[in-house]
C-alpha cells in the first residue's frame, strides 16, 4: 500500500547471464588472467580468475570470506566456459 513521504526501494537485480558469453572450453589456455564463471555437468557455478591451465584441470582465483583461495576444477567436468563482459554487453 501507498504511504505519501514513504520512499520504498526496490533492491538491486540479480547479476543476470548477459554479463558472459560462452566460449569454447578448449579456449581456457587463452583465458589466463580473465574473469570467468564456469558451469559444471552437475550444475554447479564457480566464478574466478583464470591462476593457470594444465592438460586436466583450471585452476581458478576465488573469492572467499577473509580473501582469495585456488580452485582446481577438472576440465572433463566442466559443462560450459562463461566469459565475463567488461561491461555486461556482449563483445
Given at each position: 500500500?501507498?504511504?505519501?513521504?514513504?520512499?520504498?526501494?526496490?533492491?538491486?537485480?540479480?547479476?543476470?547471464?548477459?554479463?558472459?558469453?560462452?566460449?569454447a572450453?578448449?579456449?581456457?589456455?587463452?583465458?589466463?588472467?580473465?574473469?570467468?564463471?564456469l558451469?559444471?555437468?552437475?550444475?554447479?557455478?564457480?566464478q574466478?580468475?583464470?591462476?593457470?591451465?594444465?592438460?586436466?584441470?583450471?585452476?581458478?582465483?576465488?573469492?572467499?570470506?577473509?580473501?582469495?583461495?585456488?580452485?582446481?576444477?577438472?576440465l572433463?567436468?566442466?559443462?560450459?566456459?562463461?566469459?565475463?563482459?567488461?561491461?555486461?554487453?556482449?563483445?
Amino acid at each position: 500500500m501507498w504511504k505519501p513521504g514513504v520512499i520504498e526501494r526496490l533492491p538491486p537485480p540479480p547479476a543476470t547471464d548477459k554479463e558472459f558469453v560462452l566460449v569454447a572450453k578448449e579456449r581456457l589456455s587463452g583465458l589466463v588472467g580473465s574473469d570467468i564463471q564456469l558451469v559444471t555437468e552437475n550444475g554447479k557455478r564457480f566464478q574466478g580468475e583464470v591462476v593457470r591451465v594444465s592438460a586436466d584441470t583450471v585452476v581458478l582465483s576465488i573469492a572467499v570470506a577473509r580473501g582469495k583461495a585456488e580452485l582446481s576444477v577438472p576440465l572433463k567436468g566442466i559443462r560450459e566456459v562463461r566469459l565475463r563482459t567488461r561491461s555486461g554487453v556482449s563483445p
